[in-house]
T-cell receptor, first 113, second 114 residues
Framework: GAVVSQHPSRVICKSGTSVKIECRSL??????MFWYRQFPKKSLMLMAT?????????EQGVEKDKFLINHASLTLSTLTVTSAHPEDSSFYIC?????????FGSGTRLTVV | GESVGLHLPTLSVQEGDNSIINCAYS??????FIWYKQESGKGPQFIID?????DKRQGQRVTVLLNKTVKHLSLQIAATQPGDSAVYFC?????????????FGSGTQLTVLP
């Protein structure tokens, strides 16, 4: 079946540094990638939608300069958390519409210290 | 905006019993619904889906019921097993062709008791 590979699964970084999260579609082309953020014991909240070859669409309240999204190819979308702060600590998940429905990455646990 | 919500945040069931997880949605234009299972520290895992032209769909040990009249969705798990313990989310979508993003409900934590 369709697989979205997300890396890293866990990352700890210092405040002020940037962290890049990658999502790759392994056996299908993902022209669209959805990026979600999830707080403990909460639901998934859509942050932005990336589209290959065009600018990402951000949800209301999500800082574009804070969460940089790049969709450089049909199989790769990246989310960069810039100048990370402790309040950015969260679980980040990507998802792509694939041939068998929406496929989710395994998530990235970001901890900013 | 319209949103999807769940009735119960937690549900505990005895191993072997049937589980029923409910979801209410408010977007009458939604035509596609999905149930996901999420284990701790992992991404959501597809369980079963249903389109609005159906009112019931069965999978392996799972059944999804859709009542469009009252905008209600339920997930039934038969003979619940310890491995079913997880958070379950319903999600709605307004159409596949537009690759519209999914809107998730708040989730129900299912705990299977031995």
């Amino acid at each position: 079946g369709a697989v979205v590979s997300q890396h890293p699964s866990r990352v700890i970084c210092k405040s002020g540094t940037s962290v890049k999260i990658e999502c790759r579609s392994l056996d299908f082309q993902a022209t669209t990638m959805f990026w979600y953020r999830q707080f403990p014991k909460k639901s998934l909240m859509l942050m932005a939608t990336s589209n290959e070859g065009s600018k990402a669409t951000y949800e209301q309240g999500v800082e574009k300069d804070k969460f940089l999204i790049n969709h450089a190819s049909l199989t790769l979308s990246t989310l960069t958390v810039t100048s990370a702060h402790p309040e950015d600590s969260s679980f980040y998940i990507c998802s792509a519409p694939g041939p068998h429905g929406y496929t989710f990455g395994s998530g990235t646990r970001l901890t900013v210290v | 905006g319209e949103s999807v919500g769940l009735h119960l945040p937690t549900l505990s069931v005895q191993e072997g019993d049937n589980s029923i997880i409910n979801c209410a949605y408010s977007n009458s234009a939604s035509d596609y619904f999905i149930w996901y299972k999420q284990e701790s520290g992992k991404g959501p895992q597809f369980i079963i889906d249903i389109r609005s032209n159906m009112d019931k769909r069965q999978g392996q040990r799972v059944t999804v019921l859709l009542n469009k009249t009252v905008k209600h969705l339920s997930l039934q798990i038969a003979a619940t097993q310890p491995g079913d313990s997880a958070v379950y989310f319903c999600a709605e979508n307004m159409g596949w062709g537009s690759a519209r993003q999914l809107t998730f409900g708040s989730g129900t934590q299912l705990t299977v008791l031995p």
